[in-house]
């Protein structure tokens, strides 16, 4: 249950990575005690010195083993030979080894990008992935995925694309894109949805802005209203915040309850480094995010997404019980017509 993409819209190349749930257990002594300590996995890495972004699928293990030296692999790469190419061929012998070692299939799939330095900063050196999936786009250029998710995504962001604004800069439509999904994955999946069909966690996107500055900070919360049959709109239970700042990223589920919420709090940690502690502590009551997504259900049609940036936006506040809401939620989704929707089912 995984997805690694790439999607291209101009000046803004992309990687987008699901994060991985992990869990470890203790013991105490004379019996045993499993407390599961659960933290989110990132599946990408970043190489800010060659302007090269990478996202992984496959086994967990053979991943970190290929990963720990591809940094080292790459700055001594062959001047006269393009990075994408000796990376995937060091991808292959990699595979080929652990393939005559266990006797098994391939063991990994890379999907990643090098921008080419000046003269030609625009052109994007890719390496496209084992058993890769594409989709022609209009706003995203030529997109690939991998992993077990990469039908379901390439379909959205073809649905997705059909009702793009050609208003909007191409970071805005990414930053839609990626929004608009997380919130459709967050609300929408279904429990009978079959795992090996999507993909797991949270999509990260990590951007080569311009082709030459890595951008991945931002905030998001992500909310829900169900529409009664006579239009009256109620708060969902459950919301999803997620920040990415120099302090680290994370991810928190707030739930409501009766005189309060609970909130679960996901550090996201790198993939590839062996810490199993939480990143530093974070006090969510003074989370600001820069966007959020409503999400409206209601019985006469399918669930749609809005999305709109916070900054400069008074429709939305935090509540008696910690949970965000928007002001005026029927004025407000009775006027969404002048809001970016998206409808991906």
């Not at 799939?109 to 003269?119: D, K, Q, T, W």
Request: hydrophobic share 40%; with cysteine.
């Amino acid at each position: 249950m995984t997805l690694c993409a790439f999607v291209h819209p101009p000046g803004a190349p992309t990687i987008l990575t699901d994060v991985l749930v992990t869990t470890s257990s203790t013991k105490t002594a004379g019996q045993t005690s499993v407390t599961p300590i659960e933290k989110l996995s990132r599946k990408s890495i970043s190489i800010k010195s060659k302007c090269a972004i990478f996202g992984f699928a496959g086994d967990v293990a053979r991943i970190r083993d290929f990963a720990d030296y591809l940094p080292q692999r790459l700055q001594s790469a062959p001047s006269d030979m393009r990075p994408m190419r000796w990376i995937g061929n060091e991808v292959n012998d990699f595979n080929e080894g652990i393939g005559q070692r266990l006797g098994g299939p391939r063991a990994i799939s890379v999907l990643g990008f090098c921008c080419e330095p000046a003269p030609a900063p625009s052109v994007v050196n890719l390496l496209q992935g084992l058993q890769r999936k594409s989709v022609a786009t209009a706003n995203f250029n030529e997109c690939f995925a991998i992993g077990s998710g990469a039908d379901r995504f390439l379909t959205m962001l073809h649905r997705f694309d059909n009702q793009m604004n050609i208003e909007n800069s191409a970071y805005e439509n990414l930053l839609y894109l990626t929004g608009v999904l997380n919130a459709d994955k967050f609300f929408c999946d279904g429990p009978r949805d079959p795992k090996w069909t999507t993909w797991g966690g949270y999509l990260e996107a990590s951007t080569m802005w311009n082709y030459q500055t890595l951008l991945t900070q931002t905030a998001w919360a992500h909310i829900a209203y169900i529409i009664s049959d006579d239009g009256r709109p109620k708060l969902a239970d459950r919301q999803l915040l997620y920040r990415n700042a120099d302090d680290g990223a994370r991810l928190a589920l707030v739930t409501g309850i009766p005189h309060g919420i609970t909130l679960t709090d996901f550090p996201i940690v790198p993939l590839f480094a062996d810490s199993q502690g939480p990143a530093s502590e974070f006090d969510w009551s003074q989370f600001v995010p820069t966007f959020f997504t409503v999400t409206a259900f209601s019985a006469s049609g399918k669930p749609t997404t809005h999305q709109v940036e916070i900054s400069g936006c008074d429709s939305i506040r935090r509540n008696d019980s910690g949970q965000f809401e928007l002001l005026q939620p029927r004025d407000w989704l009775a006027e969404t017509g002048q809001i970016r929707q998206a409808v991906l089912q």
